[in-house]
């Protein structure tokens, strides 16, 4: 049996957290606490480990979570048995998982990476609630990722502008104009609006970053249906004032996420009279704080 | 040990086996010879199987495979699993591996991409030659790519303009009359004529469509040091003398993909009369010849 409409169980679960705070899963071989080092297991078991630790850490505060896969292929095989466990682990938990790999391709194979990501189990392989995407082969290239989302009840975010210092290099190029940026974002917004849930949001989600404020408020009026991911939060220096633009006046409209600052916060001197844990877990509760007094989100509350 | 110089060693390769054509490696669940599905194992077994099968097929015709991630990632970890056993089975037949997964991301995420797959094992998770790269987050993304496949003399193909109908939605956008596709073609040349090697190419080369022979043509000698992945032959509809364009006067300087024309060629009328293994090396062998009569790499031989 599909998902639910993606855009409305995501507003559900933002609602019920009172949050838009996603928290990114990247596990690093060099920044795992120590606890995790001591024991005899190989690295890939220490990821699936250190994710379940990040999930139960805030799995009652958060409505999402985002596996970043790059880290988790990094160890081949057993990193994707790790990051399948981590994935299971989330759904089970309740929480919404957002799997950002990035993927893009033509036809039949965009059609095999929804397959293996969009849906619960069985409908796809990783039983993914939502995946990230890359338009820049084509809006053709999007079509299949779309209809498995809209088919499952699993929703997309598409790169639309990113957060680092290079992303103007091809996005902000400039046709009559109109920057690619636009190109996608009016793009991303049609394929939404065919399928608006309850939410008044669709399932087509973009990527828009938190380092570009500018940006994220005006795309924010030209997608009215289509709800953000926002990246560049925190470790990529994005403050609440920056993000505040991406969410609708209600607090809802966007995920704001948070991976670094969050899941490694036992390295930084303020949590460093606790557990690794709840180090992280009192980091999630203070980026929900940040989150809300800097933005519509107080309106959660 | 990293490899030595990727152009170099698929110069060599293409020379040796007098032919450009690289086979892709799709598997696809409903296109399996009747002989593997007679058997109790597993579709990601069956995968493996096929692969290697494959392999075995055109190990001596062609001087390199194309795994396509997505068709294994559908699988879920054990097609992970699978993917890993068809590469290392390539590997020790001699052949070189490029990984089709279009992969991009930022900063350590990117880092970490390239650390799972540029290079041989153990300096990297998966030990392949070289790895298809999505340019659409910026310059800046391609960096930790580019330092990894120089660094363990693999390569890189970057998507400059790709083969499918939709292609020129993002690639052909124009600024000040030039076309995405030329900002990321010379970006490409440029990263590529940092390190040449004796055979007068890069280790960072492009994607370029042979669905667009002009543009071919017209790449060629705008990136005279990138080596050229050429998908589009065949099943997507381009010729022998469409894909002319994207070779240097010797032969060289790229690969032409052919995936379900070679793979599936016991699906054909023409081959029906051999077993399954049989069909797809002759239709190696078939598409070696078109490619010869048609382009310069009749010069190989």
Same mark, same amino acid.
């Given at each position: 049996?599909?998902?639910?409409?993606?855009?409305?169980?995501?507003?559900?679960?933002?609602?019920?957290?009172?949050?838009?705070?996603?928290?990114?899963?990247?596990?690093?071989?060099?920044?795992?606490? %120590?606890? #995790?080092?001591?024991?005899?297991?190989?690295? +890939?078991?220490? !990821?699936?480990?250190? *994710?379940? $630790?990040?999930?139960? /850490?805030? %799995?009652? #505060?958060?409505?999402?979570?985002?596996?970043? +896969?790059?880290? !988790?292929?990094?160890? *081949?095989? $057993?990193?994707?048995? /790790?990051? %399948?466990?981590?994935?299971?682990?989330?759904?089970?938990?309740?929480?919404?998982?957002?799997?950002?790999?990035?993927?893009?391709?033509?036809?039949?194979?965009?059609?095999?990476?929804?397959?293996?990501?969009?849906?619960?189990?069985?409908?796809?392989?990783?039983?993914?609630?939502?995946?990230?995407?890359?338009?820049?082969?084509?809006?053709?290239?999007?079509?299949?990722?779309?209809?498995?989302?809209?088919?499952?009840?699993?929703?997309?975010?598409?790169?639309?502008?990113?957060?680092?210092?290079?992303?103007?290099?091809?996005?902000?190029?400039?046709?009559?104009?109109?920057?690619?940026?636009?190109?996608?974002?009016?793009?991303?917004?049609?394929?939404?609006?065919?399928?608006?849930?309850?939410?008044?949001?669709?399932?087509?989600?973009?990527?828009?970053?938190?380092?570009?404020?500018?940006?994220?408020?005006?795309?924010?009026?030209?997608?009215?249906?289509?709800?953000?991911?926002?990246?560049?939060?925190?470790?990529?220096?994005?403050?609440?004032?920056?993000?505040?633009?991406?969410?609708?006046?209600?607090?809802?409209?966007?995920?704001?996420?948070?991976?670094?600052?969050?899941?490694?916060?036992?390295?930084?001197?303020?949590?460093?009279?606790?557990?690794?844990?709840?180090?992280?877990?009192?980091?999630?509760?203070?980026?929900?704080?940040?989150?809300?007094?800097?933005?519509?989100?107080?309106?959660?509350?």
């Amino acid at each position: 049996m599909p998902f639910s409409h993606f855009a409305d169980r995501l507003t559900d679960a933002v609602k019920l957290k009172k949050t838009p705070l996603i928290v990114g899963i990247d596990p690093r071989t060099n920044q795992l606490p %120590a606890e #995790l080092l001591d024991d005899n297991t190989g690295m +890939a078991e220490r !990821f699936a480990k250190f *994710g379940m $630790a990040v999930i139960d /850490a805030v %799995a009652d #505060l958060v409505p999402a979570v985002k596996p970043q +896969a790059a880290f !988790f292929e990094q160890l *081949g095989p $057993a990193g994707c048995v /790790a990051m %399948a466990s981590v994935v299971d682990y989330a759904v089970d938990k309740g929480l919404i998982v957002v799997m950002d790999a990035k993927r893009g391709d033509i036809g039949s194979t965009a059609q095999a990476y929804a397959a293996a990501y969009l849906g619960p189990k069985p409908e796809s392989a990783w039983g993914c609630d939502c995946l990230t995407v890359n338009p820049y082969m084509g809006d053709d290239t999007l079509t299949p990722f779309v209809d498995a989302a809209n088919r499952t009840g699993s929703g997309l975010f598409v790169l639309a502008k990113t957060s680092n210092p290079g992303s103007d290099w091809i996005q902000a190029q400039c046709e009559d104009d109109q920057p690619i940026y636009h190109l996608v974002a009016d793009e991303i917004q049609r394929l939404s609006a065919d399928n608006i849930g309850k939410s008044g949001y669709g399932n087509i989600g973009a990527v828009v970053g938190a380092t570009y404020p500018e940006q994220l408020s005006e795309l924010r009026e030209r997608m009215p249906n289509t709800l953000f991911l926002i990246p560049g939060f925190g470790a990529q220096g994005g403050t609440a004032s920056d993000v505040a633009g991406g969410l609708d006046e209600n607090g809802l409209g966007g995920l704001i996420n948070s991976s670094r600052g969050v899941i490694f916060a036992y390295e930084k001197d303020q949590y460093a009279k606790l557990n690794w844990q709840d180090a992280i877990r009192q980091a999630a509760v203070d980026t929900v704080d940040r989150i809300a007094d800097g933005t519509s989100a107080s309106r959660l509350r």
